[in-house]
């Protein structure tokens, strides 16, 4: 899906051996296109659908990304189905987190996550 001039942003999605939904991002994940993953985490959540976020491939993330992330975060746990942020970033956006302060929140703990 392009959304803009050079605005690269895809989602593309696999079961993982442990059956849970893998969701690798690629692209930029900004105010543009955040809404468009904040609605894919929605409906598997709603599915009760375990999901791994697959962040590697993101070039670029801003603030309306780190927030679908951290509600994707609390919302599986209010709901008690999983979300885990795979701890494999690309360097980019391990440092967007490390900056915001959320990265050690969002990876957390295996009790925390799928």
Excluded: W
């Amino acid at each position: 899906m392009e959304n803009g001039p050079g605005n690269l942003f895809e989602i593309h999605e696999h079961e993982d051996e442990d059956g849970v939904l893998r969701l690798s991002v690629v692209g930029e994940l900004d105010v543009a296109t955040a809404p468009e993953l904040q609605r894919r985490l929605t409906r598997a959540r709603v599915a009760r659908q375990a999901v791994r976020l697959d962040l590697s491939s993101l070039g670029f993330m801003d603030s309306s990304g780190i927030q679908v992330v951290v509600a994707a975060l609390l919302d599986g746990r209010a709901a008690d189905v999983g979300f885990e942020l795979d701890s494999n970033l690309s360097p980019s956006v391990a440092r967007v987190l490390d900056i915001s302060g959320v990265r050690s929140a969002l990876l957390g703990t295996k009790a925390d996550t799928v």
